[in-house]
């Protein structure tokens, strides 16, 4: 996966996040999945991209 597309990714993950939260709660079932699933596309990109920018 490219940069972008991660990128793409973890800004649709964190406004349907946004709106889950809106509309349900930051404590509901979805919300903490919602966040989850962001926790893991941001992991993933420091994983990938910003240790490799850290080791050069």
């Known amino acids: 996966m490219c940069k972008q597309e991660l990128l793409s990714l973890?800004?649709?993950k964190r406004t349907e996040l946004i709106q889950v939260a809106m509309k349900s709660g930051l404590?509901?079932?979805?919300?903490?999945q919602y966040s989850q699933e962001l926790d893991a596309l941001l992991n993933e990109y420091n994983r990938i991209f910003i240790k490799k920018v850290q080791t050069q």
């Open 10 to 12: 973890i800004e649709q």
């Open 27 to 32: 404590n509901s079932s979805a919300a903490i």
